[in-house]
């Protein structure tokens, strides 16, 4: 994207000062004095872009279409994810006749490796198994041809994540643990080295429905109960996980789970819509269980993340849902070692695009066009290496190489005390409609002297791919041209330039809309 660089709201002075268009002449506005100081200089925290390290990829199948492979390198440039994390890469439609042969997924993650990213496997099928030894022989025939093909050291930096949501799949807990523990010793057999973990159940609930073998739907709360926030939410089957692990003395090199902020799952797009810290309090609770355990150093991943795991929800394609991950994100630094959002694409969702947009999982739609939530991940993959501020809808960060500061601001208004609620049109335009603009008025000091910095403004007209699709009347399927051009207009974000003082303050006052995220990153001399 070549950045554009509007003045809109600043006139760059030759002397390097910023007057802005409210100013009184002859007053500098470095000698205002807004109620936030951050220092540049301060003492900062390394921290981790777990957003990036990982994001979800489909099955297995999708990876063989020229458009996804496509898709996955246009998110890696913009978005810097390390790993993507395939599911089902054992289903039938992944055979080829009787044995074993692994043509398929060679071709698949020898694309994936020759690009730069990592797999991360989820190992399954589109159901159960049934037999856990045959299971046991399976992932170690895989294991041992993909270390054959790739060589240890590679096969080592992978994640091998044992089946995905089994509570949803009609496993029973001590069938998945029979299914983990064979799985896991045959992978260890042929590197000890490999980093294998589980159980990647789906959502957090409040009520005791998964405490037994099976789920027991009588157990769940009706939704009129309680206030989601007073109700203690817990993750499905990880301390009976992590217990049996340490009984049957099994390896454990990470924890993953899918705290989507409901209670529902991907066949349903009703029920309880939780707080917008539930992502927060999940991890809280997670970190806090995975420490007590007998595996306190194992990773946490949360393999599948979004606002919801409904199927189709429209608030996906929306500026609430970028507000969402920003919020969510940066909220949970030190948490988590990864977040994964559901799927970079759409075009990995097995029901199907109905249209060209309409509320699926990726943060592109089916025909690459970025979405509002692209634009979140991009923006936090700017971010530099060193935490310096933290609170209230500003994040401000120092990138130890270079020190140079980057910041992100937003909105997301206390007006909404929910993470953004699945649903249609009707549900979007409510949010849409809450909320009050936001002024955001902070100084860094001991910054660069006389340094640019550029402002990218995400909000409902700029860089939003459904209002451009809506101003081109709609098109239903884009052709190649409308595709094109409408990913341009869905990547170009409003930009602004703004200075430091030969002192080195640089003073941002922003009036944010709901739902606006906005990036400020230093350029380098």
Not at 82 to 101: K, P, W
Not at 284 to 312: D, G, R, Y
Not at 335 to 340: G, H, I, Q, R, T
Not at 447 to 473: C, P, Y
Request: hydrophobic residues 40%; contains cysteine.
């Amino acid at each position: 994207m070549e950045r554009r660089n509007f003045l809109k709201q600043a006139i760059i002075t030759a002397a390097g000062g910023v007057l802005l268009p409210q100013a009184t002449l002859g007053r500098s506005i470095w000698e205002e004095q807004p109620p936030l100081l951050i220092d540049a200089k301060g003492q900062g925290r390394a921290f981790t872009h777990f957003w990036n390290k990982c994001v979800g990829a489909g099955r297995g199948t999708d990876g063989f279409r020229q458009a996804w492979f496509e898709q996955l390198q246009f998110t890696k440039k913009y978005c810097g994810f390390q790993y993507y994390r395939l599911h089902s890469i054992f289903r039938d439609d992944m055979a080829s006749g009787t044995g074993y042969n692994w043509q398929y997924m060679d071709e698949l993650l020898d694309r994936m490796v020759k690009s730069g990213v990592k797999p991360f496997l989820s190992l399954g099928f589109g159901k159960p198994p049934v037999d856990a030894a045959k299971w046991g022989d399976l992932v170690g025939n895989f294991t041992k041809h993909a270390v054959e093909r790739f060589g240890a050291g590679e096969v080592n930096t992978w994640y091998f994540e044992i089946l995905n949501e089994p509570n949803l799949q009609g496993n029973g807990k001590t069938q998945y643990f029979a299914l983990y523990k064979n799985a896991v010793k045959a992978i260890k057999a042929v590197s000890p080295q490999i980093r294998t973990g589980g159980p990647a159940t789906g959502s957090f609930v409040a009520d005791g429905r998964f405490d037994g073998e099976t789920e027991d739907k009588g157990k769940q709360l009706p939704e009129s109960t309680g206030d989601n926030d007073s109700l203690k939410w817990k993750g499905i089957w990880i301390e009976d996980f992590l217990e049996y692990c340490k009984q049957e003395q099994l390896p454990v090199d990470f924890v993953s789970a899918h705290p989507y902020p409901t209670d529902f799952t991907a066949n349903k797009s009703k029920g309880r819509t939780r707080s917008a810290e539930a992502t927060l309090k999940d991890l809280q609770w997670l970190k806090q269980v995975v420490a007590q355990s007998a595996f306190p150093k194992a990773e946490i991943h949360l393999t599948e993340w979004s606002s919801s795991p409904a199927t189709k929800d429209e608030m996906r394609d929306n500026t609430p849902a970028a507000a969402f991950i920003v919020k969510a994100n940066v909220d949970s630094v030190g948490l988590v070692d990864s977040m994964a959002y559901r799927a970079f694409t759409d075009s990995v969702e097995e029901t199907g695009a109905s249209s060209a947009f309409y509320g699926g999982p990726g943060l592109l739609n089916y025909q690459g066009i970025p979405k509002p939530a692209f634009h979140a991940y991009r923006m936090l993959s700017m971010l530099g290496d060193e935490l310096v501020y933290n609170k209230d809808g500003i994040i401000v960060t120092r990138h130890k190489a270079t020190q140079k500061v980057t910041a992100i601001i937003y909105n997301y208004p206390a007006a909404l005390t929910t993470a953004p609620p699945a649903g249609g049109a009707d549900v979007v335009g409510n949010v849409l409609k809450m909320g009050e603009a936001k002024e955001i008025t902070f100084k860094i000091t001991n910054a660069t002297k006389d340094a640019r910095f550029n402002v990218e403004i995400l909000d409902k007209d700029d860089g939003n791919a459904l209002a451009a699709w809506k101003q081109s009347g709609n098109p239903e399927v884009p052709s190649a041209e409308q595709a094109k051009n409408l990913q341009q207009m869905a990547l170009a974000v409003r930009e602004e330039q703004v200075l430091s003082s030969n002192t080195g303050v640089l003073l941002i006052s922003k009036i944010l809309q709901p739902w606006d995220v906005v990036l400020i990153d230093e350029i380098p001399h």
